[in-house]
């Protein structure tokens, strides 16, 4: 598995380091989050404006995907004084587990729905009540 960023990941994952870094210190966070709503709309469209907003809608409306946003964080998280890299893990049984209940999931809401319809003529299963 290539845990590698692509280019352009790479250029986001660099642009939220810089702006994390150079314009949204840990106090402005606080001071941001003690605020009437938890946040402050000027940061939230300057976040809009790097793109980042974007990386947590998914491709077909218009946005560059939900995983982007996993490996900004992760990048992000190194420049984190004192955050214990070290101890985090996800354990085998997590990683089956997720799996596992995907394709349950995948099975039952696609496989289901689809086998109910091939046993449909195609001219009742179309036509409305």
Do not use: C
């Given at each position: ?10 250029m986001l994952a660099d ?64 420049f984190v004084p004192n ?35 091939s046993v449909l003529n ?8």
């Amino acid at each position: 598995m290539d845990f590698n960023l692509s280019e352009e990941r790479q250029m986001l994952a660099d642009t939220t380091n810089r702006y994390i870094h150079d314009q949204y210190e840990i106090a402005t966070r606080h001071k941001h989050a003690a605020q009437d709503g938890g946040f402050d709309k000027a940061t939230w469209l300057t976040l809009a404006d790097l793109g980042l907003i974007g990386a947590l809608l998914p491709p077909d409306v218009g946005g560059l995907g939900g995983l982007l946003i996993g490996n900004i964080l992760v990048a992000a998280v190194q420049f984190v004084p004192n955050f214990p890299l070290e101890s985090i893990s996800i354990p085998r049984w997590a990683v089956i587990l997720s799996l596992g209940f995907s394709a349950v999931v995948g099975i039952i809401f696609g496989m289901g729905p689809a086998i109910k319809a091939s046993v449909l003529n195609p001219i009742d299963a179309l036509r409305h009540e």
